[in-house]
């Protein structure tokens, strides 16, 4: 909806708000459909290096299993799958991708308010920023 | 079953939860999780990592659209997300600390007050004399949004922001405890404390969901929950299917047909509760 003429707010910060409203929504979009791909290029490259995932059952087993499965899980260990072109890897970059969607949606908004001049709330999108980030070391800590 | 079998199991019986979940309007993660451990004996750990990512591919695609329809409070989502994303932290973290037939119990639980919360009377009471709110005033969280039945601008005004923040941490511990997006805790914390309108609550808590599932994801990514090959056929599988349920058959209506999923989730949550209570040795 273009904004109305008798909407209350001015309308170039309306016009604004707008831009980053189909800006997050774009962003959102192309980041699931993008990371989706990556996942789903990765899980076809894994059965075409392993044709016996087709007929054996050996390796099912190990997916239900607690044990801490031995896929790549830092960043080096990613490109050195990458580079060999292991389909794990491509899958978890894929995975990680879609989990940064939404962080790279936080990011942008605070570009976002600086663009609106809004300061308190280029403090709070930093915050959840912050937040997201303090995620990754957790886990790490924990694990 | 073969690693191929088990890949497209995984990707079908996702299809179906992420159907049912957007028919529902419950959202994939509460049902592809019994789904995963009670017919694949999935680990609940693994169950819980591979729920996580596809709650974040859902929101995100649902979410797109509506930012793009001018339904969603950014303003409000943004400063909820600090107590959504905290609390998943404080979720995830917890996570590892129980014993997985905890996780069982509390999943049994939230399972039966989601399906038990869709009987709820979903009143519109925004507007209705809003308590004042200088805290909502001074962040400037008043906002309006377009209504396409009546084809005009709704203004509306926020208030008890922090009881709704207290709320939403809650709703971020279980999220993030659980894998799931805890939409169910969500959308009341918005309207009934908060006082927005209904469609701006759904539509937010959408758009909210994304960012307080990656909190959590990353904890347990960083952990080693998420394993490549039940994620990816599970987030791939629970994004078609929420999008074929919301393009094919929109949100369910039928009120005898809403009284049957209503049991049979009520029966599923009873079958976790059971799993979680009984098999002490079988699970860790």
């Not at chain 1, 791909?37 to 392993?50: E, K, S, Y």
Request: proline share 4%; hydrophobic share 50%.
């Amino acid at each position: 909806m273009p904004p109305s003429a008798e909407n209350s707010q001015p309308p170039d910060l309306d016009h604004k708000a707008r831009q980053v409203e189909i800006l997050i929504s774009t962003l959102l979009r192309v980041g699931v459909i993008a990371s989706l791909l990556v996942v789903i290029a990765g899980v076809v490259v894994t059965f075409i290096h392993h044709p016996d995932y087709v007929h054996s059952t050996k390796e099912t087993a190990r997916l239900t299993t607690p044990s801490r499965a031995d896929f790549p899980r830092t960043i080096g260990e990613i490109a050195r799958g990458l580079r060999e072109g292991e389909g794990r890897s491509i899958v978890v970059t894929g995975l990680l991708l879609l989990i940064a969607t939404p962080v790279l949606r936080v990011a942008v908004s605070i570009f976002a308010f600086v663009y609106e001049r809004d300061w308190k709330f280029v403090v709070i999108t930093i915050v959840v920023l912050a937040v997201l980030f303090c995620s990754f070391i957790l886990g790490k800590a924990t694990g | 079953m073969t690693p191929l079998l088990f890949t497209l199991s995984l990707f079908g019986i996702s299809i179906a939860a992420g159907v049912l979940g957007s028919l529902l309007g419950l959202g994939g993660g509460i049902i592809v999780i019994p789904a995963l451990t009670l017919i694949f004996h999935v680990d609940m750990r693994f169950a819980i990592g591979a729920s996580i990512v596809s709650v974040i591919a859902t929101s995100s695609g649902a979410a797109a659209a509506y930012v793009r329809e001018r339904m969603t409070n950014l303003r409000v989502a943004m400063f909820l997300e600090i107590a959504t994303t905290l609390g998943a932290l404080t979720g995830a973290y917890l996570s590892a600390e129980l014993a997985g037939r905890w996780l069982y119990v509390i999943f049994g639980v939230i399972l039966a007050y989601s399906a038990l919360q869709m009987f709820r009377k979903r009143q519109e009471k925004a507007g209705e004399n809003v308590p004042a709110s200088a805290l909502a005033d001074r962040l400037k969280l008043h906002a309006s949004y377009y209504d396409q039945s009546s084809d005009r601008e709704i203004a509306y005004r926020v208030t008890h922001v922090p009881l709704g923040f207290a709320l939403m941490y809650i709703a971020g511990l279980v999220s993030g405890l659980l894998g799931i997006g805890s939409g169910s805790l969500k959308v009341p914390a918005m309207d009934l404390a908060m006082r927005l309108p209904i469609k701006v609550s759904t539509a937010t808590s959408n758009f909210m969901i994304g960012v307080t599932a990656a909190a959590s994801a990353g904890v347990y990514f960083a952990r080693g929950d998420i394993d490549p090959f039940i994620a990816a056929p599970v987030a791939a599988g629970v994004l078609v299917g929420a999008t074929l349920g919301s393009l094919l058959l929109g949100r369910l209506k039928n009120h005898i047909i809403r009284t049957v999923f209503v049991i049979v989730l009520l029966w599923i949550s009873g079958q976790m509760l059971w799993k979680g209570l009984h098999f002490h040795a079988a699970i860790r």
